[in-house]
């Protein structure tokens, strides 16, 4: 089966202090869910920004959807990422739009047409349950309100790949497994997604998911520890 991510002996070190990411090599198939979970500190949001294209590795080989992620050039890197979406841990909502323009975002710069959007971008306000807030700036939304936007925004697109940092970590249960629920929605309609969180609970909601965990900057081998085992996460040289 062909691969959307590949990470090969993968180091990350800011600056010159120790590595954060030490020797990661893992492959991600299309259409799976996978929870990556760790300590505070383990280096998750690390990995995320990897896979999301705002670092390049100090160190090793990054595949994305067949190409070398980590000699791309500067010029190639927007496309790419206009095929993740990403959740944000602290939200990044763009301030003085509303929350529908900030969930039409994706698709405006995609180039759909206005009358085109109206309707995916309202059915999803419903669907995170602020339809009646449409119309407010993210300063007036609480901060779960501002995660459900950052999430339908996210999703709005149907990206390739979704990778969300604590997508639940500002909502109640109930809206946590509603939310969940539309990451799995997505996820059967081919997305490959990577969940990363500290909460071991979520990892029974979604059928079929694998986990990934980060402990000090290296990735432990997850076999057995999942209730429904899938497609398997290749593991390399752990």
Do not use: C
Request: aromatic share 6%; hydrophobic share 45%.
């Amino acid at each position: 089966m062909q691969s959307v991510v590949e990470f090969d002996n993968v180091g990350l070190r800011y600056g010159t202090g120790a590595e954060t990411l030490i020797d990661v090599s893992f492959t991600l198939f299309p259409g799976s869910f996978y929870f990556l979970t760790g300590a505070s500190g383990a280096g998750k949001t690390s990995l995320l920004k990897l896979l999301y294209l705002a670092h390049r590795p100090s160190r090793g080989a990054i595949r994305m959807f067949g190409q070398d992620a980590v000699t791309m050039s500067r010029e190639r890197i927007p496309g790419f990422r206009r095929r993740i979406g990403v959740v944000f841990q602290d939200f990044r909502l763009v301030p003085h739009l509303s929350a529908f323009d900030n969930i039409a975002l994706p698709l405006r710069i995609a180039g759909i047409l206005e009358n085109d959007l109206l309707g995916p971008v309202t059915e999803m306000l419903a669907w995170i349950g602020l339809s009646e807030r449409a119309n407010a700036r993210p300063a007036t939304l609480s901060g779960g309100e501002q995660q459900r936007v950052a999430i339908a925004r996210a999703v709005i697109g149907r990206p390739e790949i979704l990778v969300a940092d604590e997508p639940t970590g500002n909502v109640d249960p109930d809206m946590a497994r509603r939310l969940l629920q539309l990451f799995a929605a997505l996820n059967k309609l081919g997305t490959t997604v990577v969940v990363a969180t500290h909460d071991i609970h979520l990892l029974n909601e979604i059928e079929g998911a694998q986990m990934m965990r980060l402990d000090k900057g290296k990735l432990s081998d997850p076999s057995g520890l999942l209730k429904y085992p899938a497609r398997p996460l290749v593991l390399r040289n752990i």
